[in-house]
């Protein structure tokens, strides 16, 4: 509450509290809108390093449990720079990134602010900026044809239409609007391998949550209800009966 409040922000939705836990048909309603939430939010902020729920906001609520080196040198002040984040986005560096639960916040946000032990990190279509101003990467300097950013990692930016030249998911399909009537099948079928490769990565407290975890993006690759049979395509699903 104390980082939205000087965010300057007047409400939060926090999935544990306004999604009923105990309420199955609730929380299957909820679910299938999480792209919906995501993608509306005008900021998404993850605490990217902490295990549990408890874990706090490294540098507001809890301490951090790394400090940036300073010394003054000939009336010159040097700092031992703070990790980039796309050194910190891989493999098992940050919780965030193993968790099934937070693949579609980061997916589908369009602005995060990232907390980690370290310090935190702004994310948004233009770039990532941090309080270690010397490892800043913004695309804005570059011509429209070249704003490119990879995101860590990510088996997204190797797909067709990669998060290299849309950032995120949500960019690329433009809210399902006349760019994503563009796509062709193996654009799209990309998109949506590309996704199933990172998630599968991921860990999952309970096995049924497999699928309600990454509705929100298979919906936003395709709003048909009818697109998709267990999570596959209908089309691999034809393959899968025979």
């Known amino acids: 509450m104390v980082a939205v409040d000087r965010l300057g922000y007047r409400y939060l939705w926090v999935d544990s509290l306004c999604i009923v836990q105990d309420d199955d048909a609730d929380m299957h309603s909820q679910l299938l809108r999480m792209d919906a939430i995501y993608i509306n939010a005008s900021l998404s902020i993850a605490a990217a390093s902490g295990g549990h729920a408890d874990y706090g906001l490294p540098g507001m609520s809890v301490p951090r449990k790394f400090e940036q080196q300073r010394e003054r040198a000939q009336g010159l002040e040097l700092a031992v720079p703070l990790p980039r984040f796309d050194e910190l986005n891989v493999g098992d560096r940050l ?132 697109a998709y049979v267990a999570g596959l395509p209908r089309c691999l699903a034809a393959l899968v009966s025979k």
């Not at 997916?107 to 010397?134: H, K, P």
């Not at 998060?163 to 949500?170: E, I, S």
């Not at 690329?172 to 599968?200: I, P, Q």
């Open 95 to 226: 919780k965030w990134n193993t968790r099934a639960w937070t693949f579609q916040e980061k997916v589908l946000s369009r602005r995060l602010l990232i907390f980690t032990d370290q310090q935190i990190y702004f994310r948004c279509s233009n770039g990532v900026w941090s309080e270690d101003t010397a490892t800043e990467t913004t695309r804005l300097s570059k011509p429209d044809g070249r704003r490119f950013f990879r995101w860590g990692g990510d088996t997204l930016r190797h797909s067709y239409y990669s998060t290299d030249n849309a950032y995120t998911l949500v960019d690329f399909l433009n809210f399902g609007s006349h760019r994503l009537s563009r796509v062709d099948g193996r654009a799209s079928f990309a998109n949506y391998a590309a996704v199933v490769e990172e998630y599968t990565q991921r860990t999952l407290t309970k096995e049924q949550d497999a699928l309600p975890a990454i509705a929100g993006v298979l919906h936003l690759l395709d709003p048909d209800p009818s």
